[in-house]
């Protein structure tokens, strides 16, 4: 009963930021979005994670109705207080991630996994696996945090920096391939530099549709920006780089 009515506040106040613009204001330069207001079931893959944690709780406090995926072994602690759910799997385990697709009737899917362990193909396997669970399960949108140096934006990042990044910018190629391929209305985020400013900080992230671009982002805004994309028509299969000028840039 109390979860109940603190969701509806949340919604309620969800609507009124909505009408009022709030949420969108300068979160998208070249894609302006046009968010619905309404509360969506979004499941998030890396969610107890530095960049998903900041993701789960823009999305929790803009009253969206929060699953993040996670492992029995994840550390939770950044989540301590947020009001979601939970379902434990491996995303490396395509039963998992079929279970937990099938768990509930999704609306959006957010992949902010980060490799934990040494497997190169990890981003392929894990972005192959949500795509095709995310298609079969009627999903309407997959947002998929990726890096700058995959597919077209090889030219952007630093040559000198490429060969060693080159296996795993090919198993992201994979997941965005996997992603595009799904059906399913993608939204593809790269990051080529990520710094955290301290709190307080102001942030200027912004999505921009040139490959060739290479700036640094911070995790807050790239968290505020994958809100502003949640059911934005200008967001719909499109891939952006997300920089914020504000931000030294370190090649
Ligand atoms: N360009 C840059 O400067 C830069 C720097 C860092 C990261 N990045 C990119 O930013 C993104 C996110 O990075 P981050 O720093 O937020 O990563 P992070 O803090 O390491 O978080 C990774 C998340 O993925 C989860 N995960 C890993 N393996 C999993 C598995 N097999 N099954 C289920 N969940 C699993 C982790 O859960 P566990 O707790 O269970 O491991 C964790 O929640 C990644 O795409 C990364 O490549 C870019």
């Known amino acids: 009963m109390v979860k109940t009515m603190f969701r509806s506040t949340r919604r309620a106040a969800l609507t ?17 979005p046009t968010p619905v207001a309404a509360s969506r079931k979004i499941i998030v893959f890396g969610g107890s994670g530095q960049l998903g944690a900041q993701i789960v709780r823009a999305l929790q406090g803009a009253g969206h109705d929060v699953t993040v995926f996670v492992r029995p072994t994840s550390d939770r602690d950044r989540l301590t207080k947020v009001d979601v759910h939970f379902i434990e799997g491996d995303v490396t385990i395509e039963a998992d991630v079929r279970r937990a697709m099938q768990s509930t009737r999704f609306d959006v899917v957010v992949d902010a996994l980060g490799r934990s362990g040494a497997d190169v193909d990890f981003f392929a396997t894990s972005g192959t696996h949500i795509a095709k669970w995310a298609g079969a399960t009627g999903v309407k949108q997959l947002i998929l945090h990726s890096s700058v140096g995959v597919g077209l934006s090889k030219d952007a990042y630093p040559p000198e920096r490429y060969p060693a990044m080159r296996r795993l910018f090919v198993a992201k190629e994979i997941g965005e391939n996997a992603a595009i391929a799904s059906g399913v209305s993608y939204t593809i985020i790269r990051n080529a530099v990520l710094r955290d400013p301290p709190e307080g900080t102001p942030e200027n992230a912004r999505l921009v549709s040139d490959q060739k671009s290479y700036g640094s982002v911070s995790r ?29 840039v370190l090649r």
């Open 16 to 32: 009124t930021m909505l009408a009022f613009g709030l949420l969108v204001h300068a979160t998208v330069s070249d894609a302006a």
């Open 220 to 248: 807050r805004g790239l968290a505020r920006l994958t809100l502003a994309c949640i059911d934005a028509a200008d967001c719909r299969n499109r891939v952006f780089h997300a920089i914020d000028d504000t931000l030294p």
